[in-house]
């Protein structure tokens, strides 16, 4: 009994935990799919769950930083939804790669086609951007959640250092440290060329290289033919003089 009444216990006590816990894994979120490094581009996930047992999430809108303006947001195809970019003239304009840009992604918008997300399945909405800001460790981006029914709820409350997490968080994105491998195509390019120039600085050493031993191993030859004929040559020498000679002594005689 007294067994059965502890496993009984236990198992409202997980249920409980469950129930108050559910609620954070219920708040649409970021994460990148790998790494988000500094200076760099990524692919990151919107992930969005449906809260609602009788509507479908229909419409998602997403508001990119403003104090962190992105060049390039490009957000991937889903069967079953239109995604809408939404670019915003900058005040000051960004510096990519050595070329300007005047207007940033300011939003996207995605509107189902179909059924949307259905009571008790998740979303994931695939964006690759770039280039990440190097002067700050996370972006907040601002989501609204639209259901079937009508129902709007607003993702947008950023979350207080030391405050309990609001009701409503807005999604974050934490940043990586930089690294040479996510500073975009700038560097890459120019790791590209100079490994083109090593390879045919490398190209022409072994030219060389093959036409130094041709040249060479043509020498050896012809001096070892020369060397042939000269033993030759010396041989029949000999052996005309020891004719010679014999001829000589039987003409004497």
Do not use: C
């Not at 979120?29 to 229909?58: C, I, M, W």
């Not at 419409?59 to 104090?67: A, C, G």
């Not at 300011?106 to 979303?123: F, H, L, M, N, R």
């Not at 030759?232 to 000679?245: E, H, Q, S, T």
Request: aromatic content about 4%; proline content about 5%.
């Amino acid at each position: 009994m007294q067994a059965s009444r502890i496993a009984a216990a236990a198992a409202v006590a997980g249920s409980a935990v469950l129930l108050l816990s559910s609620p954070a894994f219920a708040h649409v979120s970021v994460q990148p799919d790998g790494t988000a490094a500094k200076g760099g581009y990524a692919l990151v996930n919107f992930r969005v769950p449906n809260e609602r047992d009788d509507a479908s999430t229909t419409k998602l809108e997403v508001s990119f930083p403003t104090d962190h303006p992105l060049a390039s947001v490009m957000p991937e195809k889903i069967a079953g939804w239109k995604a809408t970019v939404t670019k915003t003239k900058l005040a000051k304009p960004l510096e990519v790669h050595g070329q300007k840009i005047n207007e940033a992604v300011s939003k996207v918008t995605w509107t189902a086609d179909g059924k949307g997300i259905e009571p008790g399945y998740i979303q994931r909405f695939p964006v690759s951007m770039g280039a990440l800001p190097e002067d700050t460790d996370e972006l907040v981006f601002k989501a609204i959640q639209t259901y079937s029914g009508g129902e709007v709820v607003r993702w947008i409350e950023v979350q207080e250092d030391g405050a309990e997490e609001p009701e409503n968080p807005a999604p974050v994105l934490a940043l990586s440290a930089a690294t040479e491998d996510h500073h975009g195509g700038a560097a890459t390019a120019e790791d590209a060329s100079d490994e083109s120039a090593e390879s045919s600085d490398d190209a022409k050493a072994a030219s060389a290289a093959t036409e130094a031993a041709d040249s060479s191993g043509g020498s050896d030859t012809t001096a070892r033919v020369l060397g042939v004929v000269g033993i030759v040559v010396g041989a029949a020498g000999v052996a005309y003089g020891v004719l010679a000679g014999r001829r000589r002594t039987t003409s004497d005689a």
